[in-house]
């Protein structure tokens, strides 16, 4: 099991709305467009963190980045090294 795997999901908005109406809050339209508002935000900076991520794994597919943190490899080390950043780069982008 990776790490991404192994994370819960995010709760829906039906189980944050009961989450507050069990905390005592009223339903209302107020309510409802800040909940948007929060996730809309949320989605946001998830989404940049996980680009962030995602580009940090990028920059060790670069053969300067590979060698001069590994120093002397083969010509297969260094493709296998590559595909390996580019592989966890494609995992960070695509999760959900």
Known sequence: ??????????????QINQWMTD?????SAIRQADLDAVER???????AEREKAAA????WSKPSVVM????EMS???????QAVAR???AAIRSAK
Do not use: K
Request: no cysteine; aromatic share 4%; charged share 15%.
């Open 68 to 71: 001069l943190a590994a120093g």
């Open 56 to 59: 940090f794994a990028d920059s």
């Open 23 to 27: 905390a005592g809050w009223q339903n």
């Open 1 to 14: 099991m990776n790490e991404a795997e192994s994370l819960p999901p995010l709760p829906t908005r039906h």
């Open 41 to 47: 935000v949320v989605r946001q900076a998830v989404a």
């Open 87 to 89: 592989g966890i780069a």
């Open 75 to 81: 010509a297969q080390e260094l493709r296998t090294a």
